[in-house]
């Protein structure tokens, strides 16, 4: 069950992706920025579309422990090193986030960063969840 909605301005494009805006009602879970390690904090893989799965794996692996799921995301903003490697690696990014997120499009925004925290680190991505509370 989800209890946001997409927000369309009449006369707007549908955006690919991702939502211009998202109303919800509920309780709110939040992750920290999350990066590509397992949890032994080893970095899976040195390409950004592998640390993006895992990115993605790890975010899901957090919104459970606060009662959410994929379905549940309103809102991420991913943090990317290199917006050319991005671009090269859009099918990859693109096909691990249906395959793990499915058709749900949040409000996103993507942002390239001259680095992150984590020297190995590729992409970082902030998760905000609504879930439905009854």
Not at 109 to 132: N, R, Y
Request: net charge negative; proline share 4%.
């Amino acid at each position: 069950m989800t209890a946001h909605q997409s927000l369309l301005p009449p006369g707007w494009k549908r955006p690919r992706g991702y939502a211009n805006g998202i109303a919800a009602n509920g309780r709110m879970v939040f992750t920290a920025g999350v990066v590509g390690w397992d949890e032994e904090e080893r970095f899976v893989a040195s390409d950004l579309a592998g640390q993006f799965r895992q990115v993605l794996v790890n975010t899901l692996a957090i919104l459970a422990e606060g009662g959410a799921g994929p379905e549940h995301i309103v809102r991420m903003t991913w943090y990317v090193t290199s917006r050319d490697e991005y671009l090269a690696q859009i099918a990859e990014i693109g096909a691990a986030y249906r395959e793990l997120i499915g058709r749900n499009y949040p409000a996103m925004a993507v942002v390239q960063v001259a680095a992150l925290v984590e020297a190995q680190a590729k992409v970082e991505i902030e998760t905000i969840a609504v879930v439905p509370t009854a």
